[in-house]
């Protein structure tokens, strides 16, 4: 990363060098304090959260893959009374974690009046990032059926990308997720999966240059009439940063409403937090006008 705004007047050249070593630029539990301490945490906090609402419908089918279901949280008043619905997409690398790590992150949303559907997947290497891309299409597809109002969907991550490649033409959405679909808010996601190719991790995903390239939502063209928020903690990795900057300058070209924000001391774990609470910043930016 530079030291100084590449949208601002310098006296010298700005340095944009690549990282030295790629694996260690995308590792982020090693230079997270007590990384696994979170990693421990979510499921706890995720399954206290179902507990609390026992009205929930969980592993709602939206394909034939144990995989394939999404729990349903409604607020006061239940799906008729929502606002709209907000899909979230958890992270995890597209070979770790599950949705039910990740129910407390409903709280946020539903606290403001949204109905979530809280989105699960197949994970490599079972299935490639391709595929993992036509599942979230299907659940988009399928929450997209239930209420009424607005479709907004938000994901961490490795659930950032599969979120914003929702927006890109070529994913075969429905008629009605499509006219729903008003906002993505894409949280320390992966944007360009080029330089991933090059990672150890790629020995799970398996990714192709041709993969990379139709996979990654900065080389595709985006859908017209829904905004884009890109959001990352100021204190996360310089690539996350990178990456968060990237897709909001390059579809802000294209005709896309877009956004970015990075959240002062907050980490590529911690930022999450603020989706789980209705005062958080990241719920206001899923919730709130944005201009």
């Known amino acids: 990363m530079t030291d100084s705004s590449p949208l601002a007047a310098s006296d010298r050249p700005l340095a944009h060098l690549p990282p030295a070593d790629l694996d260690e630029a995308y590792e982020n539990r090693a230079h997270i304090a007590k990384g696994d301490s979170w990693l421990q945490r979510w499921p706890k906090a995720a399954a206290a959260f179902r507990a609390g609402h026992p009205a929930a419908s969980l592993d709602q089918p939206y394909g034939h893959d144990p995989r394939q279901r999404f729990d349903l949280f409604c607020p006061e008043g239940g799906l008729g009374a929502a606002k709209g619905m907000v899909g979230i997409v958890h992270g995890g690398y597209w070979m770790a974690l599950s949705k039910d790590a990740f129910s407390h992150l409903a709280a946020g949303p539903l606290a403001c009046g949204w109905a979530v559907a809280m989105i699960g997947y197949t994970l490599a290497p079972q299935v490639r990032i391709a595929e993992i891309t036509a599942e979230i299409a299907a659940a988009t597809n399928a929450i997209a059926e239930l209420g009424d109002g607005p479709l907004r ?90 990456q968060n900057a990237l897709l909001p300058l390059a579809w802000q070209g294209l005709g896309v409403p877009a956004y970015s924000q990075l959240l002062a001391d907050d980490h590529h774990f911690s930022v999450i937090d603020h989706l789980a609470d209705k005062g958080g910043a990241i719920s206001h930016l899923v919730d709130a006008p944005l201009r």
């Open 153 to 242: 969907l938000a994901g961490h991550s490795a659930g950032g990308h599969l979120v914003t490649r929702m927006m890109c033409a070529d994913v075969a959405l429905s008629h009605r997720a499509a006219a729903r679909l008003d906002r993505v808010v894409s949280i320390s996601g992966l944007h360009d999966l080029r330089p991933l190719r090059h990672l150890a991790h790629n020995e799970t995903w398996q990714m192709d240059d041709a993969e990379a390239i139709a996979e990654s939502p900065v080389l595709n063209t985006p859908r017209a009439g829904i905004e884009l928020v890109c959001v990352a903690g100021a204190a996360e990795r310089p690539e996350f940063i990178r």
